[in-house]
Structure formats: structure tokens, C-alpha cells
């Protein structure tokens, strides 16, 4: 299983603070009226790329920098924040990168991917598909293979959690999206590398419940189906490692509809103007889910993203249901 030590996450946080300036955590009132609790957000939203994913692609590669300098470059699947961290980080070390994303994906997140240098794939109906044409490629063009899932990008990430865990006072519980595990796991290994006893809570869409399933069994369960307009999140075959470390240091793992994504990207705009992509609304629907068992407590949340789609944020904010304080 991964551990990171303090020393592991200082010399990450070094390698991305060159590029990625620490992010801020609020304690919003609104939100703590309507949740019941003290509430803490992570603002990932507002790294130079809009989500927490740049912290792992610029570490991946500072970690396989040798190895990368005199290749025919790398390649990657994606929903889009993952492709832009390594379109990000390619661009920065002046490797080619190219990125497969599914039919059908975010628009604005494909557009922001081919700004930053990357070559756009479009391959198969999900992220699984997208996966596999992209492995096909790395074995067919020599090319690095990049996954989603790796030490180096749990390293990375793990920093948004150590400025978290710095700048909030003694939080009860963070609630994190699980997409392929690498945010949990850095919420976890962080959480484990300063001795602190906050519960971590895994969101995930009943949609696309892989690791809800595999958390239940305490093994890898693969699910036929990632149907929800969370992209972030939309995955149906869960990473072996990330399972085990999930399982080993999780309180539980929350499960959410799309129509209480939607109302959490409608309160967070209201109550703090923040734009949430589905994935980064998640941890909210999910709070306010488990109002009542947080009655009282002080609890993080991940906003990990705001690359949403403006005719997805459009429809969420025009969506019936809005609850009122």
C-alpha cells in the first residue's frame, strides 16, 4: 500500500509550488447554514488549470523526466482534467503529448487540452474505451503511457491536501470525488503522513458506483455502467491499488444522483460564486446528504474542479428543485 511521508509531501509540494501557487480554503456561512456544520471548501477550482489534476501531471513528470527526454512522447486517456494536467506538464518539459477522450466529451475541457499543446484523440463511447485505444497507441507509436492512476500522480495531488489540512483547523471529515482514486488517495495519504485523525469520505455517482461496489466487497468490482453527467467521476473499472488503499483508509463511500449534483453546483454559486463542475459539486450533494450525521462537526470539502460545460452549468442552474435556506 502507498505511504507518503511529511518529507515525500514537502519536495512534491516543491516541484509543483513552481508552477501552482497554494490554493484557498474558505469556511463559507451559507454553506454553513445549509449544511448544518462548519463547513471548509479546497478551492481546486482555482489552480491555473481549474482543477486539482495539475499537481500530478507536473510531479509525474518531474519524476520521469530522464526517461521522457529523448522519447517519441507520451499519451493518455481522459475526461479532460487528467489530459489537461498532462498536456500541461508535457508542454512544460517539451514532450509531445496525445490525448484520447471519448465521444461525446466536454467541449470546452477538449478545446482547453489542444490550447496547451495536446494531440486530441476521440476514440470509443467511455472513458474505459478511451483507455484502451490509448494503451493500443503507447504499444503501436513506442509512447509513454501516462495513466491516471500512479505514486507520482497520488504524490502530486496529496499537496492540495497537505495545504488543506494546514490552512483548516482540525476538520471532522473531508468528503473527496473518486474518479480513478488518486485525490482520495492523497487526501489519505496525507491525512496519514501528519497523524491526524479526520475521517476521509469517498463521493462517488450512483450512476458510476465501481468504487462504492468495491469498497463494499474490499476488492476491485468493475461496474457495466458509468451514466452521469459528473465526467469526472464517469468511470466503470476501478484501479486495483487505489481499492486497497480506498478501503484500508476510508470512513465510507457516499453515493449521489445527478439531480443532487446539480442542486450542489446551484448552492455553491449561490452561496459562494464559485463555478462546480459536476465531480467537484459532488462532496457538497454528499454533506448535505448526511446533513444530520454532521450535525455540528467542522468538514472539508474538495472542490476539485470547475471545467464545466456552459450548457451544463447553464441546465444546473435552471434545474428545478432548488432548495432554499
Given at each position: 500500500?502507498?505511504?507518503l511521508t511529511r518529507d515525500d509531501l514537502d519536495r512534491a509540494h516543491a516541484v509543483v509550488g513552481r508552477f501552482v501557487p497554494p490554493t484557498p480554503a474558505h469556511d463559507w456561512p451559507l454553506l454553513a447554514l445549509r449544511c448544518g456544520c462548519e463547513v471548509w471548501v479546497k478551492h481546486e477550482n482555482h489552480t491555473r488549470l481549474?482543477?486539482?489534476?495539475?499537481?500530478?501531471?507536473?510531479?509525474?513528470?518531474?519524476?520521469?523526466?530522464?526517461?521522457?527526454?529523448?522519447?517519441?512522447?507520451?499519451?493518455?486517456?481522459?475526461?479532460?482534467?487528467?489530459?489537461?494536467?498532462?498536456?500541461?506538464?508535457?508542454?512544460?518539459?517539451?514532450?509531445?503529448?496525445?490525448?484520447?477522450?471519448?465521444?461525446?466529451?466536454?467541449?470546452?475541457?477538449?478545446?482547453?487540452?489542444?490550447?496547451?499543446?495536446?494531440?486530441?484523440?476521440?476514440?470509443?463511447?467511455?472513458?474505459?474505451?478511451?483507455?484502451?485505444?490509448?494503451?493500443?497507441?503507447?504499444?503501436?507509436?513506442?509512447?509513454?503511457?501516462?495513466?491516471?492512476?500512479?505514486?507520482?500522480?497520488?504524490?502530486?495531488?496529496?499537496?492540495?491536501?497537505?495545504?488543506?489540512?494546514?490552512?483548516?483547523?482540525?476538520?471532522?471529515?473531508?468528503?473527496?470525488?473518486?474518479?480513478?482514486?488518486?485525490?482520495?488517495?492523497?487526501?489519505?495519504?496525507?491525512?496519514?503522513?501528519?497523524?491526524?485523525?479526520?475521517?476521509?469520505?469517498?463521493?462517488?455517482?450512483?450512476?458510476?458506483?465501481?468504487?462504492?461496489?468495491?469498497?463494499?466487497?474490499?476488492?476491485?468490482?468493475?461496474?457495466?455502467?458509468?451514466?452521469?453527467?459528473?465526467?469526472?467521476?464517469?468511470?466503470?473499472?476501478?484501479?486495483?491499488?487505489?481499492?486497497?488503499?480506498?478501503?484500508?483508509?476510508?470512513?465510507?463511500?457516499?453515493?449521489?444522483?445527478?439531480?443532487?449534483?446539480?442542486?450542489?453546483?446551484?448552492?455553491?454559486?449561490?452561496?459562494?460564486?464559485?463555478?462546480?463542475?459536476?465531480?467537484?459539486?459532488?462532496p457538497l450533494a454528499a454533506l448535505t446528504k448526511e446533513r444530520s450525521r454532521m450535525a455540528g462537526k467542522r468538514v472539508g470539502l474538495v472542490l476539485s474542479g470547475g471545467n464545466v460545460d456552459l450548457p451544463v452549468f447553464r441546465a444546473a442552474l435552471a434545474a428545478e428543485g432548488r432548495a432554499d435556506i
Amino acid at each position: 500500500m502507498l505511504k507518503l511521508t511529511r518529507d515525500d509531501l514537502d519536495r512534491a509540494h516543491a516541484v509543483v509550488g513552481r508552477f501552482v501557487p497554494p490554493t484557498p480554503a474558505h469556511d463559507w456561512p451559507l454553506l454553513a447554514l445549509r449544511c448544518g456544520c462548519e463547513v471548509w471548501v479546497k478551492h481546486e477550482n482555482h489552480t491555473r488549470l481549474g482543477a486539482f489534476k495539475v499537481r500530478g501531471g507536473l510531479v509525474y513528470f518531474d519524476a520521469m523526466r530522464e526517461r521522457l527526454a529523448d522519447g517519441p512522447g507520451v499519451v493518455s486517456a481522459t475526461r479532460g482534467n487528467h489530459g489537461q494536467s498532462v498536456a500541461f506538464a508535457a508542454r512544460t518539459n517539451g514532450v509531445r503529448a496525445v490525448i484520447v477522450v471519448p465521444e461525446g466529451n466536454s467541449v470546452e475541457k477538449n478545446a482547453a487540452m489542444r490550447a496547451l499543446g495536446a494531440e486530441l484523440v476521440v476514440h470509443g463511447a467511455d472513458f474505459q474505451e478511451a483507455l484502451e485505444h490509448a494503451r493500443g497507441l503507447a504499444a503501436r507509436d513506442g509512447l509513454t503511457m501516462v495513466p491516471s492512476f500512479d505514486p507520482h500522480l497520488v504524490a502530486g495531488v496529496a499537496t492540495y491536501a497537505l495545504e488543506f489540512f494546514g490552512q483548516a483547523p482540525a476538520l471532522d471529515a473531508v468528503y473527496v470525488p473518486i474518479g480513478l482514486g488518486s485525490g482520495i488517495c492523497g487526501v489519505i495519504a496525507a491525512r496519514d503522513a501528519l497523524g491526524l485523525a479526520t475521517e476521509v469520505v469517498g463521493v462517488v455517482s450512483e450512476g458510476a458506483p465501481a468504487y462504492a461496489h468495491s469498497f463494499d466487497a474490499k476488492r476491485p468490482v468493475s461496474s457495466n455502467r458509468a451514466d452521469t453527467m459528473a465526467d469526472g467521476i464517469a468511470c466503470r473499472v476501478p484501479v486495483p491499488d487505489a481499492v486497497e488503499i480506498i478501503c484500508g483508509g476510508a470512513d465510507r463511500i457516499v453515493q449521489v444522483r445527478d439531480d443532487e449534483i446539480r442542486a450542489a453546483m446551484r448552492h455553491y454559486f449561490m452561496d459562494t460564486h464559485n463555478v462546480a463542475e459536476g465531480a467537484g459539486a459532488a462532496p457538497l450533494a454528499a454533506l448535505t446528504k448526511e446533513r444530520s450525521r454532521m450535525a455540528g462537526k467542522r468538514v472539508g470539502l474538495v472542490l476539485s474542479g470547475g471545467n464545466v460545460d456552459l450548457p451544463v452549468f447553464r441546465a444546473a442552474l435552471a434545474a428545478e428543485g432548488r432548495a432554499d435556506i
